[in-house]
């Protein structure tokens, strides 16, 4: 790898991508969120050829697209010669599922010449581990939510819907969509008392067969806290191949909320 | 048919039944809402051999379970003799998804000589048709919506989960779980607009191989008021298999709010 350069959508992994490869280019995008530590290079997604250029002209040969990106709007007026290029296929990207855009950018990248890794390459160690990470030894009952959950996952992968599902005393509360975690986690905890049976379970996972370079699924202290006040039990992950941010302050959300963090290995 | 009970859970379909069938007994439940119009006979789910012994000295030969029966706390204290025959069977059914305890229900009364029938058979125009049922003639783009959250209905199918889905311009914004329709369409209206690309379709369906004497999906003007308030641009149905409640108060609410209602066979 001659040099690396950081796409950085929104949360807590672009910066810590940044202090593990501190020569990195980092690069943020008009309208999408970021919490990257300048010097940073701001680019717009309706001008890719000038982001190629910008690219080269660094110096990177590898890049990684790290953090959530939402949906940034494109304006076709604006588009340089490289993004109208590509313009034809972003329709039937958009239409093929959630991570159509995403696939499409890998795509794109690749075939300018550069290798796009993953974060979970790049930072092994910010996987969660298959084991028990923190927090009370899961009770059977909530084993078991966990594999409906990884179930319910597992049924909706070929569909490219779903990182993540909630199930509680074998009860489906939460099936992720566009919206993410932490929107469902809210729903979750919105549920009314009298439908409710127990605690319940959240699981974390990649669809089967995604490439880990698109929108690789990740957890962090904010997750831990969500789920608790969605009244939750534990979470389950896929270990190793679900992101997660900030490690010790999620042993510290452990602590305070009395949640496990469990990597399973599938 | 000597005689028909109406077990009644909520919503307008018990009241239905009711209009339709004169004659039969009037059943509800402690703790379980209902809309049923008097004369009715109250029960309790604790003292299941009390319910046997006063539908048999009604002369009720057939039963409907109609409208959601919610999930009323059980109190092993009160079981009755009929109940605690039925005990050891609970637990299983509770842990075997959200039909568990209705198919017990079914299984139950089918063994004390009762013949359960399903709404949809005692009022079979009380199904959503074939065809456009009301509103505008669906765009393309639509139906490829509808397509994809049929899609992902079936695919959860055999895990017992989702009985509706909302897909927008290729993106799931919502799968149905335990908390019901009304309550993904609040989830799907509170999308943040930068996650949106289109309007969006609300797919109704049984689950594949569902017996539709249990909790068989059921739309009415509520479901197009809220659909509406999400933003969606209208609402498929599987044809004949999705009940159809207040069908006028339906048509003027899909008039009101511009929505399409269709019945399509899969």
Do not use: W
């Not at 995008?29 to 050829?49: I, W």
């Not at 202290?221 to 979470?235: F, M, Q, S, W, Y």
């Not at 302050?249 to 305070?256: N, P, Y």
């Amino acid at each position: 790898m001659q040099r690396l350069a950081i796409l950085s959508g929104g949360g807590a992994l672009p910066a810590a991508l940044a202090a593990a490869y501190p020569e990195a280019l980092r690069i943020v995008f008009d309208d999408v969120p970021h919490q990257m530590p300048a010097p940073v290079e701001q680019h717009s997604l309706n001008r890719m050829g000038g982001l190629f250029d910008a690219l080269r002209a660094g110096g990177a040969s590898d890049l990684v697209l790290a953090g959530a990106m939402g949906r940034p709007a494109l304006n076709p007026a604006e588009f340089d010669a490289g993004m109208m290029a590509i313009a034809p296929r972003l329709l039937p990207a958009m239409q093929s599922g959630d991570d159509g855009i995403l696939r499409l950018m890998i795509a794109v990248f690749e075939e300018q010449g550069f290798c796009v890794r993953g974060a979970h390459e790049l930072l092994p160690e910010l996987t969660v581990p298959e084991g028990l990470f923190g927090g009370p030894v899961p009770t059977d009952a909530a084993l078991a939510d966990a594999s409906r959950a990884f179930d319910i996952l597992l049924a909706l992968s070929p569909l490219d819907v779903g990182q993540g599902a909630v199930v509680s005393a074998g009860l489906c509360l939460g099936v992720e969509t566009l919206q993410g975690t932490d929107a469902m986690l809210r729903f979750v905890g919105e549920t009314p008392e009298a439908l409710r049976r127990g605690r319940g379970v959240l699981v974390k996972a990649p669809k089967r067969g995604q490439d880990l370079r698109v929108d690789m699924p990740a957890i962090g202290p904010d997750t831990v806290r969500n789920a608790a006040a969605a009244g939750l039990e534990g979470i389950v992950v896929s270990a190793g191949r679900v992101l997660l941010l900030q490690a010790d302050e999620t042993r510290r959300a452990l602590d305070e909320t009395g949640l496990f963090l469990l990597g399973r290995v599938l």
